[in-house]
């Protein structure tokens, strides 16, 4: 199917162009009307990102004393805290603002474990960097995917961030055939007999920010089995039984999702990712199932996104960011070729 559009009831694309939101225009001109970054109207929904909306709003926030305050509970405030800020600005469009650097600074510091690179939950008051047994799979995930996108790419500590998702990522399907080693193997809910889905996943994101060509071996060698991992399970069911829904919450969809996952992040990652697989299949049916009669796709879980330092959006209503992942999605996996 060479147009993607065929399969919606109507095309939502200049919903999403509308200046309101500045960050879903950027994403839409960038991805679905594939202008190039140096493109003015890419240039100047840019620029708005940062002067207008939820991200001006939260950097606002992020200033006042009582906000300061929760530095420390970077990850145990949720979700106000700086790892869940982080994430959000990241999934926005945010530039990487002095502020923002110094808070990527902050979560390198505090969070990163020093000894093997992994993001921690809690900061080790002695030792200092993260706790080492509280280093866990779906927020390594998350901060390495922020760091790159505010600009990390390159730097040694985010690397070593890599290199823990490759040797520490485990695969079990339901037997404990690759067991974690110490000091990772406390954790049964992350790396037991079935290995965590959203760990998986975040990893995922993680490998979708590298640059193709900057992808090195042990990159490739884990994302092969992280993405095989999700597509034996056919994104949302049972691997072992191919009848029965494995994660029930995944098919309502939501937007940020913090450690969360749905089905429709999932797929707008392996898309990312090059991913085109029949075992796709009942996901993309259900994604395009869920469009209403605009061709746009509505808010149905709110996980965590209305405890967040500025909420974004509400249950039930028509949401552009899951409008335009829903369409990214669409669009790359109806195409010929």
Known sequence: MSDWKTVL??????????????????FTLKHILDKPENDPEILLAKHK???????????RQQQEPAYLQTYPKFYTCKYK??????????????????QIKEQCEYILKYSQETQNGGFSQSAAVKTGGGRINEVIPCLTGNMVWSLIRFGYIDDPRLQKGIDWLTRYMRFNDGTEDTPQVPPYNHYEMCWGKHTCHMGVVKALKAFSAIPEPRRMQAVKDTMDKAIE??????????????????????????????????VLEILD????????????????????SKQDD????????????????????????????LTLRAIRVLKYQYKEG
């Open 9 to 26: 009831k109507a095309d939502p694309t200049n919903w999403l162009l509308e200046e309101e939101n500045p960050s879903v225009r950027y």
């Open 49 to 59: 990102i940062m002067q207008s909306g939820v991200v001006s709003d939260i950097l």
């Open 81 to 98: 805290g700086l790892v869940w800020s982080l994430i959000v600005l990241a999934e926005l469009g945010a530039d990487a603002s002095p």
């Open 229 to 262: 991992f999700m597509l034996i399970h056919h994104i949302y069911r049972r691997s072992h039984n191919l009848n029965r829904t494995s994660k029930p919450g995944w098919l309502k969809f939501g937007f940020p999702l913090m450690y969360q996952t749905d």
């Open 269 to 288: 990652i392996l898309s990312t990712l090059g991913v085109r697989d029949s075992r796709m299949d009942d996901a993309l049916n259900l994604v395009v």
């Open 294 to 321: 605009m061709g746009r796709w509505r808010i149905e879980n709110t996980y965590n996104s209305d405890r967040l330092l500025i909420p974004i959006g509400q249950k039930d209503e028509q949401s552009k960011w």
